[in-house]
């Protein structure tokens, strides 16, 4: 396998887990440290989980590629 293909796999894999980082523990964080749960705090825990789905499927697309 060449080195330029394990690279970009690589480059997928990572991608893909920060996307799966970011869906599940980033708007726990958020709503947990919020406390009171005003509407802000869920926008901005929606936002960062679509930014997470986003990584996810940009991840899987790169890795379909190779």
Partial sequence: ??????RHELWAE???????LLLV????DTLFRAG???WVDWLLALGV?????????IGIR???ET
């Fill in 62 to 64: 790169m890795e379909s």
């Fill in 49 to 57: 989980a679509l930014l997470g789905l986003l990584l996810i499927a």
């Fill in 25 to 28: 523990f980033a708007p726990l």
């Fill in 14 to 20: 990572a991608i893909r887990d920060i996307g799966i």
């Fill in 1 to 6: 396998m060449p080195v330029a293909k394990q």
């Fill in 36 to 38: 009171r749960g005003n």
